[in-house]
């Protein structure tokens, strides 16, 4: 069963930005804390970005701190992630993530998921 639904990746030039959609269609996600991970081949799944259940506290991978940007909608049930000043190394299936209670950086802490949306920067 599907819990959450990511889109709007896809194929960008380095530089370039793109924005993330993570919807949760038939379930409410409102209390929950979201974050994004990603995982390119052969790599394990690593932390991207979280928000807390208000969206008033967010926390960031030094990877990324600067040129992404997490958000929430919760009247739309829905979270995004900005990506501005995209890298190659950006270049990774992205995966929407929520748990109960404080917010947390590792995959495990997390109990639903979405099925992922590709993210390629090109050189």
């Known amino acids: 069963q599907v819990q959450l639904v990511e889109s709007g990746g896809g194929l960008v030039q380095a530089g370039g930005s793109l924005r993330l959609s993570c919807a949760a269609p038939?379930?409410?996600?409102?209390?929950?804390?979201k974050g994004w991970f990603r995982q390119a081949p052969g790599k394990e799944r690593e932390f991207v970005a979280n928000?807390?259940?208000?969206?008033?506290?967010?926390y960031y991978a030094d990877s990324v701190k600067g040129r992404f940007t997490i958000s929430r909608d919760n009247a739309k049930n829905t979270v995004y992630l900005q990506m501005n000043s995209l890298k190659p190394e950006d270049t990774a299936v992205y995966y929407c993530?929520?748990?109960?209670?404080?917010?947390?950086?590792?995959?495990?802490?997390?109990?639903?998921w979405g099925q992922g949306t590709q993210v390629t920067v090109s050189s």
């Open positions: 993530a929520a748990k109960i209670g404080s917010p947390g950086t590792e995959p495990d802490e997390y109990d639903f």
């Open positions: 038939g379930r409410t996600f409102n209390n929950y804390v």
């Open positions: 928000i807390n259940w208000s969206g008033w506290n967010t």
